[in-house]
């Protein structure tokens, strides 16, 4: 058995602040504004595992009104949709995401975040493409980026 999750996460960017994506501090002079890090595709991994399972989303468990979440690494997040998911019997088949950032290009930090993505998660199908918004909007103008993820789990044996 088969179940297909989806996550969104956009945050708006600003100077000063830590750029982190996959677990991965990103040297820029913009990072995101959030409660937590901001990692935008931990965030909508985790909430593509949750919504697989029908558990929810990152805001139900990690609420940005606790302050014990207030800069938290997202990584725990990820952490606790995985223990729900394999509580739950599933496994994840693949992972396939779009960072959508117009600066800084990814490419060379893309090993790193699957890397760091496989340790979490257990998955070794990982597909993350790095896409910029051709200066449109506010991804474009670089005052926030985005990240969409679609997960595949799989019933364990």
């Known amino acids: 058995m088969y179940k297909i999750g989806i996550g969104f996460d956009i945050h ?19 990072g995101w504004v959030a409660h937590s890090d901001g990692d935008i595709f931990f965030h909508a991994l985790t909430d593509a595992i949750l ?35 394999k509580q739950e019997g599933y496994e994840i088949e693949n992972i396939d995401a779009y960072i ?25 199908n990982i597909f993350l493409k790095g896409k910029t918004f051709e200066k449109l909007g506010d991804i474009g103008q670089g005052k926030a980026g985005a990240c969409e993820v679609i997960v595949l789990l799989k019933k364990q044996d």
Do not use: H, W
């Open 51 to 85: 919504g697989a399972l029908g558990k929810g989303d990152i805001g139900e468990l990690f609420p940005d009104t606790k302050e014990e979440n207030k800069n938290k690494s997202s990584d725990i997040f990820v952490k606790e949709a995985v223990k729900i998911m």
């Open 100 to 124: 959508l950032l117009q600066k800084p290009k990814l490419l060379s930090y893309r090993q790193k975040i699957i890397e760091n993505t496989q340790k979490l998660t257990g998955c070794s």
């Open 12 to 30: 708006r960017l600003e100077e000063g602040k830590k750029l982190i994506i996959g677990g991965v501090e990103i040297p820029f002079e913009k």
